[in-house]
Nanobody
Framework: QVQLVESGGGSVQAGGSLRLSCAAS????????LAWFRQGPGKEREMVAA????????YYADSVKGRFTVSTDITKNTVYLQMNSLKPEDTATYYC???????????????????WGQGTQVTVSS
């Protein structure tokens, strides 16, 4: 029932910026956890960032801290990932994921996600 659709991917040179969007629909609950994952070629899928919707508390992987920012626009039911100072190692397919409902407790961001988008490609060249 929950549907996530990513957009905003593309190609950019190192040091550039992109903003990914994830439009969500079909949510029944007020409290949700939304996350961005990525999977580069030959690499495992990894979590990049996550956000708890009621309070906007966020989590970031060490590799993107200070460069990426996750945010939500409640009126548009959309979660964003602003990516600055992009590096070639950021090249990956980026996926939006959701867990609904989501309780804010220990390891709130690290538990399994139930719904996934189709992914959007991000390519960073040097």
């Amino acid at each position: 029932q929950v549907q996530l659709v990513e957009s905003g991917g593309g190609s950019v040179q190192a040091g550039g910026s992109l903003r990914l969007s994830c439009a969500a629909s079909g949510y029944t609950y007020r409290s949700n956890c939304l996350a961005w994952f990525r999977q580069g070629p030959g690499k495992e899928r990894e979590m990049v960032a996550a956000i708890y919707t009621p309070s906007s508390n966020s989590y970031y992987a060490d590799s993107v801290k200070g460069r990426f920012t996750v945010s939500t626009d409640i009126t548009k039911n959309t979660v964003y990932l602003q990516m600055n100072s992009l590096k070639p190692e950021d090249t990956a397919t980026y996926y939006c994921a959701a867990r609904s409902p989501c309780a804010y407790n220990s390891n709130w961001y690290g538990r399994a996600y139930d719904y996934w988008g189709q992914g959007t490609q991000v390519t960073v060249s040097s």
